[in-house]
């Protein structure tokens, strides 16, 4: 199995980026799919999932500025970020989950700096 997080990058506050997460070597229409995140100093918090069916969930920091996304035809999941912060600073991690299986991506680096 493979998670392969892309679209990380330094972008100033207030502005907009798109994560993708490639998955392959799973079923991946039948995951759960998470971005999580980890701060300098943190532990690595949830940011958003999007089940293989059902509602998605949100962490309340990023209520109504992140939204996440599948496409089970290209394997993918993406979060948008808009309106970033620099709180957001982290490195961005996917997750697919079923179960007792769990499988994570290597991250990706988001930085939000003037």
């Known amino acids: 199995v493979q998670l392969v997080e892309s679209g990380g990058g330094l972008v100033q506050p207030g502005g907009s980026l798109r994560l993708s997460c490639a998955a392959s070597g799973l079923m991946f229409s039948i995951y759960a799919m998470g971005w999580y995140r980890q701060a300098p100093g943190k532990q690595r918090e949830l940011v958003a999932i999007?089940?293989?069916?059902?509602?998605?969930n949100y962490a309340d920091s990023v209520k109504g500025r992140f939204t996440i996304s599948r496409d089970n035809a290209k394997n993918t999941v993406y979060l948008q970020m808009n309106s970033l912060k620099p709180e957001n600073t982290a490195v961005y991690y996917c997750?697919?989950?079923?179960?007792?299986?769990?499988?994570w991506g290597a991250g990706t680096q988001v930085t939000v700096s003037s």
């Open positions: 997750s697919a989950n079923r179960g007792f299986d769990s499988y």
């Open positions: 999007i089940p293989n069916r059902g509602s998605t």
